[in-house]
């Protein structure tokens, strides 16, 4: 079955820190790839999606990730966090076998960003 | 997410009570998805909907209904048969081509 690894289950930085968050997927065939966010006491957003072409994507708010095929890998970055940055961030996949449908998350990485 | 609107807020339940989530959108969008979000456990999907009267299980379905009787609305039923069902519980919507958009989530409790 197809499963999201985020290493990292909490990560603490001091703002204007750079950060990156690791995503691997086990699935081998074509994906869509999506980092969603969920600030304190609202709801999931996207932050950024991959569906085909340029491997890098930028998303909302400074945001980027890069798709590496070869490590079945989908990281997110950004150069210079700041305390609103704070969340729970999900990496989540979708495959073409399910036509898509299917959404797949990672367990999510909890980010604080001290000022 | 403008558009989706899943009701209450917060429930509670009784042991050995079915209860039923709300979702409802406006945004004619075809396919409906129900999750739930455990701490530690990201979000694991329910039930699905690509098109009115059809539904099809995710990966967590024991314990859980559907219905999709109009396209702008996806109840879910909790029902006795659910273990544990204390969990925060996401509605979302995708058109074609599209990312999933939620709503904001509906807090079950067990008394």
């Known amino acids: 079955a197809q499963s999201v690894s985020q290493h990292n289950h909490h990560v603490i930085l001091s703002e204007a820190a750079s950060l990156e968050l690791g995503c691997n997927y086990s699935y081998g065939g074509t994906v869509n790839l999506f980092w969603y966010v969920q600030y304190p006491g609202q709801h999931l957003q996207l932050l950024l999606k991959?569906?085909?072409?340029?491997?890098l994507v930028k998303g909302i708010k400074g945001f980027e990730a890069e798709f590496i095929k070869s490590k079945f890998s989908f990281n997110l970055r950004k150069p210079s966090v700041q305390w609103s940055d704070t969340a729970e961030y999900f990496c989540?996949?979708?495959?073409?076998?399910?036509?898509?449908?299917?959404?797949?998350f990672g367990t999510g990485t909890r980010l604080l960003v001290s000022p | 997410d403008g558009g989706i609107t899943q009701s209450p807020k917060y429930l509670f339940r009784k042991e050995g009570q079915n209860v039923t989530l709300s979702c409802e959108q406006n945004?004619?969008?075809?396919?409906m998805y129900w999750y739930r979000q455990d701490p530690g456990q990201g979000l694991r999907l329910i039930y699905y909907?690509?098109?009115?009267?059809?539904?099809q299980k995710g990966d967590i379905a024991e314990g859980y209904s559907v219905s999709r009787e109009k396209k702008e609305s996806f109840p879910l039923t909790v029902t006795s048969a659910q273990k544990n069902p204390t969990a925060f519980y996401l509605c979302?919507?995708?058109?074609?081509?599209?990312?999933?958009?939620f709503g904001d989530g509906t807090r079950l409790s067990i008394l």
């Open positions: 991959y569906f085909s072409g340029d491997p």
């Open positions: 989540a996949v979708t495959q073409r076998n399910t036509g898509f449908q299917k959404l797949v």
């Open positions: 945004l004619n969008h075809d396919a």
């Open positions: 909907s690509q098109i009115v009267n059809d539904f």
């Open positions: 979302a919507v995708r058109q074609a081509n599209q990312p999933q958009h």
